[in-house]
């Protein structure tokens, strides 16, 4: 498996130690959270741009994905979510990223209203990032918490560079067990993102292995060239553990869970 973790885990965090600790605890790559508060958004300038993507290249560590958060089932107009969504990409194809991730952000709407939103404004996205060699990945989260509720608005759209990203979290928070979030996603999937917490009502991030999530269960569903993702919600629980002491019992727990079966 090849392993990836957020910069979710480490808010505002430089470029230069972002990359230092994934190469010292043996991540091939990162999941880059693209926020104004963070070192890296769409607000850079193609210079800026140039440079982190060399610095990321000359480290020899893989930017992942640009986790932006245009939610694109959300009320409003269409044309601020594909705006948002054609940001996200041009940032990815500048920074040498393969993915793009998005929130779905239906709110209380009937559920085939968001869906149908999600799927329109994704569809008119997906020629922008074809042309890009992006590939933008809507998150099991929020109102789309199940991997049904995805692989439904994706299969709708029904383009190569519209795809699903699993957050096991989530997935679990919704009652579906992992074989069948697998089983929806996969012809969709663009990789995992793996976590652990303590109950559906305590979701403060643990070390992996730590808490109850069945993370066995969801990464047995994977091939082994699987991209898997540590996504350690730091930012939204400053009382949690710092994210550097546990990325090497992290990376182990990980290779141990997903080794291949005997």
Avoid: N
Wanted: hydrophobic content about 45%; aromatic content about 4%.
């Amino acid at each position: 498996m090849k392993l990836a973790f957020s910069t979710l885990g480490v808010p505002g965090l430089p470029v230069s130690e972002v990359i230092r600790l994934a190469v010292e605890h043996g991540y091939q790559g990162v999941e880059l959270r693209a926020h104004p508060e963070e070192p890296v958004h769409p607000g850079l300038t193609a210079l800026e741009r140039a440079a982190v993507a060399e610095e990321f290249k000359r480290g020899g560590v893989e930017i992942l994905t640009v986790a932006g958060y245009v939610r694109v089932a959300a009320e409003g107009d269409d044309e601020p979510v594909i705006a948002g969504l054609a940001e996200l990409v041009e940032l990815a194809r500048d920074l040498g990223a393969a993915h793009v991730r998005v929130f779905p952000g239906g709110g209380d709407q009937d559920p085939a209203v968001a869906d149908a939103a999600a799927a329109r404004r994704l569809g008119a996205a997906a020629p922008h990032a074809a042309d890009l060699g992006v590939r933008i990945l809507l998150e099991t989260h929020d109102s789309h918490r199940a991997g049904a509720d995805v692989a439904r608005v994706v299969g709708t759209v029904g383009h190569g560079r519209i795809g699903a990203l699993w957050d096991v979290m989530h997935t679990w928070l919704a009652g579906e067990e992992p074989a069948a979030s697998h089983a929806v996603l996969a012809p969709h999937l663009g990789y995992v993102q793996v976590k652990d917490i303590a109950s559906a009502e305590d979701t403060t991030p643990l070390a992996l292995g730590a808490g109850t999530l069945p993370l066995k269960a969801c990464l047995d569903t994977l091939d082994q060239d699987s991209w898997v993702c540590w996504e350690y919600e730091k930012r939204w629980y400053p009382e949690a553990a710092e994210l550097p002491e546990l990325l090497a019992a992290g990376r182990e727990h990980i290779l141990r869970l997903g080794a291949p079966k005997q």
